[in-house]
């Protein structure tokens, strides 16, 4: 056979699928409709995102970005074929880690990695990401989608996300606010929220915990609960900051309460945090128990129970322990702020 006979290769047969791309884009479409903010310009599709700031209603605002994705979770979302939620967890860790300096997240652009496009499975992703933009009041402005033959199988993918947002410079939230007498008021996580997974998979692997499976004290299979999604706190939090005179944010992630509040503390200062405040929900205790976790390692890698941390004035309690509760966040307060060194310090013992 001539080369001229020879048949080309093709993009499709070294296993990248243009046309299945571009199915995945129209199922995208409605769901990205719904994720939207008067300042969105144009629509899906474009080579970038536009975005009108109106300028008019800042005197020196600061761009804040974040980007992050969303770990080993994925594993379980794939293991169960289930992939509807875990676009809300992405969205979680890029947008409430804006609010932590006080800033409203605008807008917010997704990256999804995968062996090969699946659109109903890609829609899937990205109608947990656009219910994500949605409560956390930004914006999806666009994204990519990269198909990796021969990197992932065709049923793995990986996802990340970058957000954009926008804080009046003499509103930043941070350290320099934070001072002796501040109260701690703790905001109740969802769950394990996504850190900490790949303990988490380790320990089901050495029990032969199934995903399926419903373990005491669970009033749902493991798998469900596991992927249930991270709380999004954005609009929660930047409705408290003005209302308490919020001082500090610490969003509860790798690292757990006492790591992620340390990095909001100024050196002069210790944060006294009483265990004894909550009751962590019973899937930390389930992983405790089975996996055989020591109390610092547990705290090290999980939440326990506390998404975020707002440090406030100890006069504001009361107002910001209303204000979570009419918008069905459980809040409580879990500790002090008082003098020392830049210091973490947990006391006492988890309600039984």
Not at 17 to 39: C, H, N, Q, S, Y
Not at 159 to 171: F, L, N, P, R, S
Request: hydrophobic share 45%; proline share 5%; aromatic share 4%.
């Amino acid at each position: 056979m001539s080369g001229s006979d020879a048949k080309s290769p093709t993009y499709a047969a070294a296993g990248v699928d243009i046309d299945a791309g571009e199915r995945a884009v129209e199922l995208m479409k409605p769901w990205v409709a719904k994720a939207t903010r008067p300042e969105v310009v144009g629509g899906l599709g474009g080579f970038a995102g536009l975005f009108s700031l109106d300028l008019t209603r800042w005197h020196r605002p600061l761009l804040a970005s974040s980007t992050d994705g969303v770990g080993t979770k994925l594993a379980i979302a794939q293991a169960l074929d289930k992939h509807d939620t875990i676009g809300l967890d992405l969205v979680a860790m890029v947008a409430d880690d804006l609010v932590v300096c006080g800033a409203e997240p605008l807008f917010l652009q997704d990256y999804v990695a995968c062996g090969k496009v699946v659109p109903e499975r890609l829609a899937e992703i990205v109608a947990g990401i656009a219910e994500g933009c949605r409560l956390a009041g930004c914006a999806l402005v666009g994204g990519e989608t990269a198909e990796h033959p021969g990197m992932l199988d065709e049923a793995e993918y990986d996802v990340a996300a970058t957000a954009v947002g926008i804080v009046e410079t003499t509103d930043v939230l941070g350290p320099d606010r934070v001072q002796v007498g501040d109260a701690i008021v703790a905001l109740g996580s969802s769950g394990l929220h996504s850190n900490g997974f790949s303990l988490v998979r380790h320990v089901l692997a050495q029990a032969g915990l199934a995903l399926e499976s419903t373990p005491a004290d669970l009033d749902a299979p493991l798998g469900e609960v596991l992927l249930t999604p991270t709380r999004i706190y954005s609009k929660d939090c930047l409705a408290l900051a003005p209302a308490a005179d919020v001082h500090a944010y610490a969003h509860v992630t790798g690292g757990g309460l006492a790591g992620n509040l340390a990095r909001v503390l100024p050196p002069r200062v210790d944060a006294l945090i009483d265990r004894s405040t909550w009751q962590p929900g019973p899937i930390f205790e389930l992983l405790r128990t089975v996996g055989q976790i020591d109390q610092p390692e547990m705290e090290r890698t999980f939440n326990m129970g506390v998404g975020m941390v707002a440090v406030l004035p100890g006069g504001h309690t009361d107002a910001a322990l209303t204000l979570l509760r009419e918008r069905g966040i459980e809040s409580w307060v879990a500790g002090e702020i008082v003098a020392g060194t830049g210091k973490v310090q947990l006391r006492g013992r988890h309600k039984q």
